[in-house]
């Protein structure tokens, strides 16, 4: 699946429940995209909470953990 497939289904599910979506949501979903593409595309791989919340402009690892949780 290319990027622009991934962005595209995240946006269709997005506008079909927009009750659930943040721009929390949408920036850890990105940067998850990006962090495995410089990966290589592996099937499993760690996220640094560290990192994520640096990249994304969370402070609040109670923030962090709720977005990566939903």
């Not at 946006?11 to 979903?29: I, M, Q, R």
Request: charged share 20%; net charge negative.
């Amino acid at each position: 699946m290319t990027s622009y497939e991934l962005s595209r289904n995240f946006f269709d599910w997005s506008f079909e429940n927009t009750s659930l979506v943040k721009p929390t949501h949408v920036a850890l979903y990105f940067f998850i995209i990006e962090h495995n593409n410089r990966l290589g595309w592996k099937d499993q791989f760690g996220l640094p909470i560290e990192m994520a919340k640096n990249a994304i402009g969370i402070s609040n690892y109670r923030t962090y953990s709720k977005t990566f949780e939903d």
